[in-house]
């Protein structure tokens, strides 16, 4: 079996059907390592640990992804092949940085590229109605007995406004406000995707949430 069909092997069976928060025997007790010593156990050939950690980030993987591809499908192609990616540079892997800063790098060049390649084929920015609203976490099909139709049309409207002026930010500023609002990295963290310095990125920010601010002046 050729390498490319051996990794897609070792990646597909970490993303099989798995009951919610099983491990395997041999990473009981994982709780007590960083991600970079799981990766480093990676390295050393442990498929367990793998499987690990594609449990824990696949879902912000193809929350980040879907918030840059816009389509479902693609997001989890891009999910996956960043995992294909980790598993790949497993044996040069070095725990100099932080696992996630080293995993959104991947994903981010991915991300962009993706964006950069599909930019004239992507339909406007849509709000699918199965997806979470990011401050309530309930959907927008399932009924709330507080809000009226007029509100439940108003947040929409609001929720639609908000990803449209994200989505218009310049790249690096996109990037920045996605990874800080989306998935909770600190400046250091963002700064070190970015190749930029610490007050570099929290000027990038900055200017990033004055231009949303103001943009969205009406919906605040």
Same mark, same amino acid.
């Given at each position: 079996?050729?390498?490319?069909?051996?990794?897609?092997?070792?990646?597909?069976?970490?993303?099989?059907?798995?009951?919610?928060?099983?491990?395997?025997?041999?990473?009981?007790?994982?709780?007590?390592?960083?991600?970079?010593?799981?990766?480093?156990?990676?390295? &050393?050939?442990? +498929?367990? &640990?793998?499987?690990?950690?594609?449990?824990?980030?696949?879902?912000?993987?193809?929350?980040? $992804?879907?918030?840059?591809?816009?389509?479902?499908?693609?997001?989890?192609?891009?999910?996956?092949?960043?995992?294909?990616?980790?598993?790949?540079?497993?044996?040069?892997?070095?725990? *100099?940085?932080?696992?996630?800063?080293?995993?959104?790098?991947?994903a981010t060049n991915l991300a962009v590229?993706?964006?950069?390649?599909?930019?004239?084929?992507?339909?406007?920015?849509?709000?699918?109605?199965?997806?979470?609203?990011?401050?309530?976490?309930?959907? $927008?099909?399932?009924?709330?007995?507080? $809000?009226?139709? +007029?509100?439940?049309?108003?947040?929409?409207?609001?929720?639609?406004?908000?990803?449209?002026?994200?989505? &218009?930010?310049?790249?690096?500023?996109?990037?920045?406000?996605?990874?800080?609002?989306?998935?909770?990295?600190?400046?250091?963290?963002?700064?070190?995707?970015?190749?930029? *310095?610490?007050?570099?990125?929290?000027?990038?920010?900055f200017r990033a949430y004055e231009t949303?601010? +103001?943009?969205?002046?009406?919906?605040?």
């Amino acid at each position: 079996m050729g390498t490319a069909a051996m990794d897609g092997s070792v990646l597909m069976a970490s993303l099989g059907p798995r009951p919610a928060g099983a491990l395997s025997p041999a990473m009981a007790g994982v709780e007590a390592y960083t991600d970079a010593e799981v990766m480093l156990r990676v390295k &050393a050939g442990d +498929e367990s &640990a793998f499987d690990y950690l594609v449990q824990k980030y696949r879902r912000p993987l193809v929350s980040f $992804m879907y918030r840059m591809a816009h389509n479902a499908a693609a997001a989890e192609d891009l999910a996956q092949e960043v995992f294909l990616r980790v598993y790949r540079s497993r044996q040069t892997y070095e725990a *100099s940085a932080k696992f996630t800063t080293w995993l959104y790098r991947i994903a981010t060049n991915l991300a962009v590229n993706h964006a950069r390649d599909t930019r004239k084929e992507r339909p406007e920015v849509t709000v699918s109605l199965d997806e979470p609203d990011e401050e309530t976490g309930t959907t $927008m099909d399932v009924a709330d007995a507080t $809000m009226s139709a +007029e509100e439940a049309l108003v947040r929409r409207e609001r929720l639609a406004a908000i990803r449209s002026k994200v989505e &218009a930010l310049p790249e690096r500023q996109r990037l920045a406000v996605m990874m800080h609002k989306y998935q909770q990295m600190d400046y250091k963290q963002i700064a070190d995707v970015l190749k930029l *310095s610490e007050s570099a990125t929290k000027s990038l920010l900055f200017r990033a949430y004055e231009t949303l601010r +103001e943009q969205l002046k009406e919906f605040v």
